[in-house]
Every structure is written in structure tokens, then in C-alpha cells.
């Protein structure tokens, strides 16, 4: 959308909220000239006294693509260590035993998984690892889990696709087989499948996908890096009710500030009427060598349905430690996080709060000065201006907060030795009167 017509959605939005809702009454009752309000809270429906903090790994891979570990071995640490929500997202273009160190596979028959068996499941072998009782390993409800159907769509740029089974595989009968990273293929009229039709494709099956690792190097031959105007174009045309966020942290820590800087260029466009939730992955390939990477939802009770409501309106957190973990280890010890006990907004006084403890700094983030790259997104890992940090410290008074625009939202870190272990919030949307 262009300027314009952000502007006046943004107005809308102020409208159709002080007129639907009790806090939105409350909220324009105390409007005055200049004055900021939040207007969307993803944790505004959070019982900070009673709330379940669920673990969420929504990004592993296995043997059934180019992982190291059978699903039940991956299935069983992720457990152990306490995750009680997983999706396994093997890329829909691999075969299984793709994965040997040093090599590409096939894996030797003794080393290989065997499944899925025979007859093989519809659209193998793109479809998702699904349901996990076909791979030897126990279903999710009987492991006390919510477990997400998932695949990680590879061709061309990589979306997580969840709650569907879309899949592309070069071999399918009437496609064209590309042999050759990066890889093409077409549909049956011969035209080149794209992003927006493997993500249209999850809108109409019905399931959630996100943008993954935007940041990974041209030096892979499968991988084209993207501008900036890209996934402008991508979060225009694709709505929020399917295309909800993307990775802003993966397994690279140098590309950090590229999937950061990104996220924070496109809030500063999208925000608040068009969230853009923050995801954070440990891309899971071998267990042995994982990041501490997850998503940390904030539940009533943890049920298939409010798992999937809470990744739609952004009701969690993203944790994210630069120590490297082995979930093969039989008991795992994750870094030591800040606390996060409560974040409260009160429209009177016009704040948002956070309660933590176990934490060195709070940092309140807003849109970035610049909206121009100042490098060359190809070459550079940090081509995108940063948000702007408006504040520092647990309360954010949102009116004596200059530089905020359009969203804010919070890190909360501590410093240990040379690591350095983060909280990050998804943004709150802000408006000014
Ligand atoms: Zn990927
Ligand atoms: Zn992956």
C-alpha cells in the first residue's frame, strides 16, 4: 500500500478500536493532542499470574531431509529438554538421507531411515514428516505434546509452512527437474512456480507460514538473498491471517543484525495494522550442535488450538543465547535467560512495563531512523539501519519516548562472559493522535 492509504488505515484502526473495545473507550477518552496509544498488545490477553510458559521448536529437521537424526531420536530430546511444542519442518525437496559429513547422500542402507514405508504418503517426497507415528516415533498426544504438522518449502526463498501438507518436488510427473541448484520448477502450464505461490498455496490449505533466514549468504548455490523491496512486496500481498511473521534469528549469529535490521524496516512500514510476528529457530540439523534458539508461548493451557492462536497473534516471546547446546545430552542445560515475569500496559499513564528479574538491560526498540539500506544487502550482514533505541530501562513511558513510531519493542538481555542471552518481545503497535 502506499503512504496514503497506510495513513488512513492507521486512522481507521485508531477509530474502529476506541469504538469496539473498553480499553479502546478508555484509551480516547484520555486523548489528547500528541498523545500515544498503544493499539495492539500481543499479550494483552496474558494472565501474568496464572500463564503456562511453553517451550516451542518450530524449526528441525531429520534423516527425512538433510538432518543427522531420525524424528524419534529428534522428537525425544527436544521432550527431555522440556519442549512441549514441536514441529519437525524437513525441506519438501529432499529425499530422505540426503545428510553425510563431508558429502551429500545417499546415507548407507545401516545408517538410513527406513521410513516412511510403503505405500509412501501422497505427494512424497515433499510431503511434511506427518504424522509422526509413520516414522517410528511416538504421536505427540501420547508424549503429553502439541506437535505442528510442518515443512520447510525450499524452492527459492525458504517459508515454514505449517497446519498444511504442501509440497514441491522436482521429480512430480509434467514438472521440469531441475538438477541443478538453484533449483526451478513448473507448473503445468511451464510457468515457474514462485514465493507467492507456495504462499498462497498455505493460505488456501488453510496454514500458517513464515519467512525463514533471510539472511543466508549467496555463497550457498541454492540461495538468492532478497532486497528489501522483496518482502515489501510479499507482506502487501500476502495477508497476516497466513503469512505471519518470519525468522528474525536462525543458526548464523554473525547475520544477526541483517534478520534483526530487516524485521525492523519492515515493522516501521507494517505496523501497527499488518503485524509482522518475530520468530526465533535453531534451524535444528544435528542435535549434537544446536542453537538455544525458541519460541516461548504464553498459554491458558496448552491445547493444539491455543498453540496455533498464540503464533497467530504473537502471543510469545523469542529466546535466543549465542551458547550452542547438544540435545543429545541426557539432561540439557540451557543458558541462563532473564526472567520474564509480567509486561503491562496502562493506557492512562501511558506506559508499558516489564517485569523481569536475572537481567543486565531492557531495551525498548523503535522504527529505525532510516528506511534506506545503507550497504548492499548481497554482500553486507548488515545492510538495514537498526531500530532505534528509544529507551532504556523496565518502564517505557510512551510519552517521553522520542523517535517512536508506528511500534516498540523490547529486548532483555543479560551478559555472561562472552555470551549473551536475549528476550525479545514482539512489537506493540503504536499510534500518536
Ligand atoms: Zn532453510
Ligand atoms: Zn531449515
Redesign the pocket.
Known amino acids: 500500500m502506499d503512504r496514503r492509504t497506510f495513513l488512513k488505515n492507521t486512522a481507521l484502526t485508531v477509530g474502529a478500536l476506541a469504538a469496539r473495545t473498553a480499553a479502546g473507550k478508555a484509551a480516547s477518552a484520555n486523548i489528547g493532542r500528541g498523545d500515544r496509544i498503544v493499539i495492539s498488545n500481543p499479550y494483552e490477553k496474558v494472565d501474568w499470574n496464572t500463564t503456562q510458559r511453553h517451550k516451542a521448536a518450530l524449526h528441525l529437521h531429520t534423516l527425512q531431509s538433510d538432518g543427522f537424526q531420525m524424528v524419534e531420536e529428534v522428537v525425544r530430546a527436544y521432550h527431555r529438554a522440556g519442549y512441549t511444542i514441536i514441529s519437525i519442518t524437513d ?1 519438501d525437496w529432499n529425499e530422505p538421507n540426503r545428510r553425510i559429513v563431508g558429502h551429500w547422500g545417499p546415507l548407507p542402507a545401516e545408517q538410513a531411515t527406513p521410513y516412511p514405508r510403503d505405500p509412501k504418503p501422497d505427494n512424497f517426497p515433499a510431503n511434511p514428516t506427518w504424522p509422526w507415528t509413520d516414522y517410528a516415533t511416538p504421536g505427540p498426544a501420547d508424549l503429553g505434546l502439541v506437535g505442528i504438522k510442518g515443512n ?1 518449502l ?1 524452492y527459492k526463498h ?1 517459508i515454514n509452512s505449517y497446519y498444511n501438507d504442501y509440497g514441491l518436488w522436482h521429480g512430480t510427473p509434467g514438472d521440469q527437474i531441475g538438477h541443478k541448484a538453484p533449483y526451478r520448477i513448473v507448473d503445468a502450464e511451464g510457468r515457474e512456480i514462485q514465493e507467492d505461490d507456495q504462499l498462497t498455496a498455505i493460505g488456501m490449505k488453510g496454514g500458517l507460514g513464515i519467512l ?2 533471510p539472511s ?1 549468504s549467496d555463497e550457498h548455490a541454492w540461495w538468492e538473498r532478497k532486497s528489501l523491496r522483496w518482502y515489501i512486496e510479499r507482506y502487501r500481498l500476502h495477508s497476516s491471517d497466513y503469512l505471519i511473521g518470519m525468522e528474525i534469528t536462525n543458526n548464523v549469529p554473525a547475520h544477526q543484525a541483517y534478520d534483526e535490521g530487516l524485521w525492523d524496516q519492515l515493522l516501521a512500514r507494517f505496523m501497527p495494522e499488518r503485524p509482522i510476528w518475530g520468530f526465533g529457530n535453531d ?1 535444528m540439523h544435528d542435535l549434537r550442535s544446536a542453537n538455544q534458539t525458541f519460541n516461548m508461548l504464553f498459554l491458558g493451557a496448552l491445547s493444539d488450538t491455543g498453540v496455533r492462536k498464540a503464533m497467530e497473534t504473537g502471543q510469545f516471546c523469542i529466546y535466543r543465547s549465542t551458547k550452542y547446546i547438544n540435545y543429545m545430552m541426557p539432561s540439557v542445560e540451557f543458558s541462563d535467560f532473564p526472567d520474564l515475569k509480567a509486561i503491562k500496559i496502562d493506557q492512562d499513564s501511558e506506559t508499558i512495563s516489564i517485569e523481569a528479574v536475572n537481567y543486565d538491560e531492557i531495551k525498548w526498540i523503535s522504527a529505525p531512523a532510516s528506511l534506506e539500506p545503507v550497504e548492499d544487502y548481497r554482500t553486507s550482514n548488515q545492510p538495514w539501519p537498526l531500530g532505534t533505541v528509544v529507551h532504556r530501562g523496565n518502564t517505557l513511558d510512551l510519552r517521553a519516548a522520542p523517535g517512536l513510531r508506528r511500534y516498540v519493542r523490547a529486548e532483555i538481555m543479560r551478559k555472561d562472559g562472552d555470551h549473551i542471552h536475549r528476550i525479545f518481545t514482539n512489537p506493540f503497535g503504536i499510534v500518536k493522535s
Open positions: 525441506h520447510e525450499s525458504h525463514c533466514h543466508i534451524d
